[in-house]
Each structure stands twice: as C-alpha cells, then as structure tokens.
C-alpha cells in the first residue's frame, strides 16, 4: 500500500498529468482519438493535435488553477477567496504558475470571472451564478483542497462551496466540487466504497429541502452510473471522471478519460487526481513523471504541503 505521503504526492501529479496528457487531444471526438496504446504525451504524427504550439508534457489552465489554489491555501493557511481571486487574476495576467508562463487556454465562465475580478467585483460574487454557468472550470483545480484540509467533513464541504464560487457561483458546481472533496477524502482514507461513503455523508451534511440537496439528487444523480461524455458541463465532467476512475492503474483510468473524448485534458485531470491519490505517486508511469513540464513549479508546493501534515 503507498504511504500517506505517496499519496498526497500522487494526487497532486497525478492531476497534473493527466491535464498534460490530455491537452494534445482536446476538442476531439472519441471516434477521431488514436487506440489507447497510443495515447502519449506526444500523439501520432499523422493526428491534427490542439494547442499545436504547445510542447508535449505541459498541463494547461487545469493545472496552472490548481497550483494557484494550493500556493494560496498555504500561503495564507486558510481559505481566502480574495487571495485566491488575485492569483487567477495573475494567471491570466502573467502566466503565474503556468508553465513557460504562456497560457494558452480559459474557460468561458472563468474568464468571465477574471474580467469581474479585474474591475473590482469581491471574490465570492465573481463567479456566473445562472444556471448555464455550469463548466467545469472549479471542479477541475478542487483537489488541491482535501489535500490540504484538515478540518471536519462539513468544514471541507464549505470551503468546496466557497472556492467555486470564485468562478462558477451556481448550486450545481459548488455540490459537485463537494462531492469530489469528500470523494478524494474517503480515497485519502482508504474506504473500500470511497464514491458511496462521500454521497452518504454529503447528504448527512445538506439539510433537508435545500438547493444543494435538491441538485445532488436530482441532477447530479449519485446512486446512478453514468459513462458520461468527457465533455465541459460539471455534472458531465464529475460522471466521466467517476467512469473512468473504475480502472485498475492510472494508466488506464487517465487513457479512459481521455477516450471519451471533447474536454480530455480536464476529465483526465479531475480523474488521474483521484487515481494518483488512489494508488500512490509510483503507480503513475515513470516516463510521464520525467517528462511532466514545470515541476521546478511543483516541488516547492508540494514540498510545503508534506511538510504540514509532517508536523500536524
């Protein structure tokens, strides 16, 4: 079994790379994608890749936003939408955390977002709150959070609430960012039915007849089990990932992501998290460990992180 360290450290590269892998085939259909035992960093050279100017092994806004969540949780040891706020903004404006400082990829409604931050809007009313505001823009960068957290389970519900609120303010994307935290905490715990134990609990949590209880049950249908679409809505992007995530290795669970095809860099990124959490940093291919752009970004990070639960 991997360490409690390993596993901290296989979720957060685990992540990454999945992002990383995925952004060469974006925006492809499934049928238009190579057989999985050519899905690499590097594609075929006869496919019409995205992000061409791209190089191989670089994660995208999924990654650079998840580095900026986790960079702002330790620098402030707590949860401070306004700090995290001017991150994003930094990202967009200078490539912060970024690798090559070059990005080259927003969500709609993040950026969207950014714009109401730049012009003063407050952190927690910046996100697009209507109800076809539901990217996945603040499901794909979560994870960092339960690494972090060390609170009770209704404590890392809110701030999974709070921290979408940044970019998606709508009920829809703040349950489903709290099912994946409680989802990566019961992995982290090695419960044998991680997915059923966070609905369970997630649903001790809502109240009775709140909005957040009626978009668990009857949007994002958790006792249900969809393949999903690999595609950008939350709810679409949480069902793909949990599809995926019932593969044996990481390998498999981030080849499976992408080969639904459409929004492949996220869905492998939402769900090579949860199975680098699952199986520990030495189960994530060794070729894609070296070949992962940016980790001098990376180790500080991580290194800070480890260091926390050392001394908790």
Known sequence: MPTFRERIEGGLLGLLIGDALGVPYEFHSAASLPPAAEIEFSPPAHFPRAHAGVPPGTWSDDGAQALALLASLLGSSTLDLEDFG???VAWYE???LAVDGRVFDVGIQTGEAIRRLRSGTPAE???PAQEQSNGNGSLMRVLPLPLWHRGSDAELVADAQ?????????ARS???CALYCLWARRVLQDVADPWAAAVTTLRSIYRSGSPELAELESTIRPDEFVKGKGGGYVVDCLWSARWAAKQRAYEQVVKAAIGLGNDTDTTACVAG?????????AAIPERWREQLRGQELVAPLLERLLQIHALA
């Not at 709070?162 to 709508?170: A, D, E, K, N, P």
């Not at 998290?273 to 940093?281: F, I, K, Q």
């Open 162 to 170: 709070r921290q979408s609120l940044v970019t998606h303010g709508h």
């Open 273 to 281: 998290g949860l199975a680098g959490l699952r199986d520990g940093v």
């Open 125 to 127: 009313k910046a996100g």
């Open 94 to 96: 200078k490539g912060y």
């Open 174 to 176: 703040q349950v489903c």
């Open 86 to 88: 001017r991150r994003l």
